[in-house]
């Protein structure tokens, strides 16, 4: 004779019913993750590294060179420095736009003169990492990169 137990029937049912919901979850949060990945910012997507640091023969003046590596589809903040940059790319291609210019591309090669104190931002719009050498001529004792509101 067959007997249906109803307390294991309805533990088995609620089983199946949160199995199913967790999947469908699941599936849903994968599905959402392939359709879109978050953008890298710029805090882990840029990465320097200092090469050299000297005074000058000018009073209160230094320069630093620091090489600048940016991931793919990253851009930096918009900032100045308290002096003057010369950006070389070293590998890559990057758009740089400063304050009151209309935007220029740059690629392995190339020089950029950026005047003190001049807001810019610099993306890296090439589809592998690319590097740049940033000499810098700045003040002593100030910060060498002043973000932008």
């Known amino acids: 004779m067959f007997r249906i137990n109803a307390r294991h029937t309805v533990k088995m049912l609620g089983v199946a019913v949160v199995t199913t919901a967790a999947l469908a979850a699941f599936s849903g949060v994968s599905q959402a993750e392939e359709v879109k990945a978050p953008a890298k910012s710029w805090q882990t997507g840029i990465h320097r590294t200092d090469l050299l640091k000297k005074d000058l023969d000018v009073d209160g003046r230094e320069v ?86």
């Open 64 to 149: 630093i060179q620091v090489r600048v590596d940016i991931d793919p589809g990253v851009s930096s903040p918009n900032h100045s420095h308290p002096g003057v940059e010369v950006a070389y790319v070293i590998d890559g291609t990057f758009e740089y736009q400063l304050e009151g210019q209309p935007p220029v591309t740059l690629k392995t090669g190339d020089s950029l003169y950026i005047p003190a104190g001049v807001a810019h931002i610099a993306k890296n719009i090439g589809t592998k990492t690319g590097s740049e050498l940033a000499t810098y001529i700045v003040k002593k004792g100030e910060p060498l990169v002043v973000i932008k509101q």
